[in-house]
T-cell receptor, first 115, second 111 residues
Framework: GAGVSQSPSNKVTEKGKDVELRCDPI?????LYWYRQSLGQGLEFLIY????????KSGLPSDRFSAERTGGSVSTLTIQRTQQEDSAVYLC?????????????FGDGTRLSIL | RKEVEQDPGPFNVPEGATVAFNCTYS??????FFWYRQDCRKEPKLLMS???SGNEDGRFTAQLNRASQYISLLIRDSKLSDSATYLC????????????FGSGTRLSIRP
């Protein structure tokens, strides 16, 4: 498909488990973003990649969160030792280049529920 | 003060009405501005970019006021399908990395 693809679309797991979320950006988009959105809330910026490097990790809420991107394409967001407050929709977006003047295209998100 | 602030609403207006809402931003160096639309339990989608001179796309008009540091979105002849949350998005010039999303303004159009 031509859009941003995220998997899984839904994930239910027990507190304390690790989870890995995947994002496949639009082909040719060098910038990739991770956000999370809690129910009824706005988007919370987590991390941004330009190519494979992450110049801005300021949004990661704790050291349990990490992300990587390989080959300038697919990115994975890993949450270790999940907590109930991690429950949210995790959205990935990509854009052609840096954020300046370039709109972002979003995936459908991964709905994460921690029991 | 939040970097990007929006009135959360909800704005509840009748079909056919004109509605407008603003978004204020704190970083005077911001250079890129967008309005996104998000339907309930869906991902955000770009509605329109906001240009310095203001721009129009059909029933939608976006304006930028740099002096007062806000952008606005005006919707004319509102339709039921316009019901959504409208997110203001600001990109700081000094950092190409971080795009700031407002928490959104909920709009509900009633028949």
């Amino acid at each position: 498909g031509a859009g941003v693809s995220q998997s899984p679309s839904n994930k239910v797991t027990e507190k304390g488990k690790d989870v890995e979320l995947r994002c496949d950006p639009i082909s040719g988009h060098t910038a990739l973003y991770w956000y999370r959105q809690s129910l009824g809330q706005g988007l919370e910026f987590l991390i941004y990649f330009q190519g494979n490097s992450a110049p801005d990790k300021s949004g990661l809420p704790s050291d349990r969160f990490s992300a990587e991107r390989t080959g300038g394409s697919v990115s994975t967001l890993t949450i270790q030792r999940t907590q109930q407050e991690d429950s949210a929709v995790y959205l990935c977006a990509s854009s052609l280049a840096s954020a300046l003047h370039q709109p972002q295209h979003f995936g459908d998100g991964t709905r994460l529920s921690i029991l | 003060r939040k970097e990007v602030e929006q009135d959360p609403g909800p704005f509840n207006v009748p079909e056919g009405a004109t509605v407008a809402f603003n978004c204020t931003y704190s970083n005077s160096a911001s250079q890129s501005f967008f309005w996104y639309r998000q339907d309930c339990r869906k991902e955000p989608k770009l509605l329109m970019s906001v240009y310095s001179s203001g721009n129009e796309d059909g029933r939608f008009t976006a304006q930028l006021n740099r002096a007062s540091q806000y952008i606005s979105l005006l919707i004319r002849d509102s339709k039921l399908s316009d019901s959504a949350t409208y997110l203001c998005v600001v990109s700081p010039y000094s950092s190409a990395s971080k795009i700031i999303f407002g928490s959104g303004t909920r709009l509900s159009i009633r028949p």
